[in-house]
């Protein structure tokens, strides 16, 4: 495995590829199974995988928790090892030093979800992604599907602008108390650790409520309630539809629809997705 911070020795071992496919992990570290499951994906379909570690500044919003996001890069290392990892990119900055004047800007999909209280976190994951894509070249990328609307972003900036790399996405890996395993749950004490798993539960009764009605007020108030009652504050729960990502406020059971949550819980804001249709049930 070899560990590569300069762009242009990176691009320089990747040249030697000719016949290869090359898969692209983009990652902020910390890596946790979540991302191993992402790599192990990679690994699948393709011959050669690049992972990036990259705490990406222009995703990150004034008061969200850049300064003190974990950067544990020795054990990161030890997990792509262990992994089976080709190329570790960990490019110390990947903007010029005056700063970037030209980015990319993410129209309605940004604006509902995680796009309402970070206003510019898309327009900062499209752009070092597509950077990340310019240097790496890769024939695919994987994300996770714990970020959903991040997934949906890249796969319709790869349609938009025709980059011809196959995005694809990886189901959300948990806890055995289903708390969707995260960077961010580090923040989290053991109250609040186990308050966080009910995000999980209430999702699951979401799914259970959807069976019984097409009205997804009613279910979104149930969501709620039960969040409530365990005293989660949500920054949104909303039923949206999978590929516009629109709210539903009636869902027929035929389209691909998604459940949403973001609560803020002690000091991390924590998010998770589940299908809500029973065809499309998580694995
Ligand atoms: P991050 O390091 O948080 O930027 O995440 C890097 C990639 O790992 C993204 O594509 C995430 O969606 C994915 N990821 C994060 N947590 C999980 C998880 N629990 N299961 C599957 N993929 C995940």
């Known amino acids: 495995m070899k560990v590569v911070s300069d ?29 191993v499951s992402l790599i192990q994906k990679a690994k699948r379909l393709a011959d050669i995988v690049v992972v990036s570690i990259y705490v990406n500044p222009l995703q990150f919003g004034a008061n969200e928790d850049l300064d003190n996001y974990p950067k544990p890069l020795e054990q990161d290392l030890s997990v ?44 900062g994951v499209v752009t070092v992604v597509n950077i990340l894509f310019n240097i790496v070249r890769p024939h695919l990328a994987i994300f996770g599907e714990k970020d959903f609307q991040q997934l949906t972003i890249i796969q319709r900036m790869v ?18 108390d289903g708390l969707a395993k995260s960077s961010r749950n580090r ?28 009205d997804m007020q009613q279910v979104i108030q149930a969501g709620e309630t039960y969040l ?12 949206n539809d999978e590929t516009t990502l629109q709210t539903l406020s009636v869902w027929d059971k035929q389209q691909p629809a998604r459940i949403f949550i973001a609560a803020q819980i002690g000091k991390a804001r924590l998010i998770d997705n589940m299908p809500l249709s029973s065809t499309n049930e998580e694995k």
């Open 80 to 123: 792509c090892e262990a992994e089976g990892v080709d190329f570790v990119f960990t490019p110390e900055q990947l903007y010029p030093e005056s700063g970037i004047q030209v980015g990319l800007h993410v129209n309605d999909l940004s604006q509902t979800l995680c796009g309402v209280s970070r206003p510019h976190h898309f327009d």
């Open 187 to 214: 923040y989290l004490n053991d109250d609040e650790r186990t308050q966080a798993a009910e995000i999980y539960q209430s999702m699951l009764l979401m799914q259970n409520q959807a069976k019984q009605t097409s």
């Open 7 to 35: 762009i242009a020795q990176l691009q320089h071992h990747l040249a030697s590829f000719d016949k290869e496919q090359i898969a692209l992990v983009p990652t902020m570290g910390c890596l946790h199974e979540g991302h």
């Open 159 to 176: 349609s938009d602008l025709h980059m011809g790399i196959e995005v694809i996405g990886a189901e959300t890996i948990r806890e055995t």
């Open 228 to 239: 409530a009652q365990h005293g989660i504050t949500t920054d949104y729960l909303s039923i």
